[in-house]
């Protein structure tokens, strides 16, 4: 069984110490401050309008991690809800997600975001390569691994976790929501969906998603010629056979990009995740 060419052509589109002289006995290196992640640093200031850049370098649980991303955090103190928001093909934390994240703040939420495998314009990192862009196993484990870090801030009630992304970056959030359903309370993407289980594309599986739980908002534009329409209606409807709860919205005369900032959009995912208990 094949696709028509033009589908098959979209989804493809989308995968893009130094010695001293003390005799003293050496001592073992001092553990890291209490709720500080070993391997985390930040640099700036996230209450900022730029918020600040942070860096994770470390092995856990048998993955190496060498990241990079942004932190954005409303000011005052208490326990604040999240959400981890990933970026699209050519894009990178710095991008889009920080672009999204100037929103998102305003809401009261801890924005975090780092980049994935199909970033552009800054290092990789690890785990993965360019050959794994999308909802692959490696950017699952990044986005997993941003939910440890927000734990360790000491400022987020993991009990408000949310995910949200776009295109290639929406696959990812798909694919963290079905791979790790418990942490998160709600869901939101624009421009993405599920591909056919036969069909070897970026985007995940319709066997892929099937542990979904979070409810799940959607948003697509008709005028979006670089992931089509059709996959996210087969998403919606994956979800609908599994009882998730969620929503399919379709935006016309909206293309790939402008749905991912559109005004309108963005005030119907914080509608969702007030409904939905993150905010």
Known sequence: MTLPRTLLVVFLICSAAACGGSDRAPTAPSPPPVGQLAGFTLNGDPTSANGAR???????????YDLQ?????????????????????TGNATGYSLLIARTMVGWGLVCIATNYTHSSGVPIG?????????ASVANVQRARQLVEILRSLGYVDMNRLALHGHSLGAFVTT?????????FRAASH??????PDFLDAPAPSEAQIATIRAPYQIHHGIDDFVVPLLADQLFAAALAARGVDHELLIYPGI???????????????????RLKGVL
């Open 54 to 64: 942070w860096t994770y370098q470390a092995t856990a649980a048998g993955v190496t």
């Open 69 to 89: 991303g942004i932190l954005l955090r409303p000011a005052g103190s208490g326990s604040f809800p999240a959400v981890i928001i990933s970026h699209g093909a």
């Open 126 to 134: 690890a785990p993965g390569t360019a050959a794994d862009p999308g």
């Open 175 to 183: 694919a963290v929501a079905a791979a790790h359903p418990d942490p």
């Open 190 to 195: 624009t421009a993405g969906g599920i591909r």
């Open 255 to 273: 293309d790939h990009v402008e749905v991912s900032i559109s005004t309108t959009v963005l005030d119907r995912i914080r509608q969702w995740y």
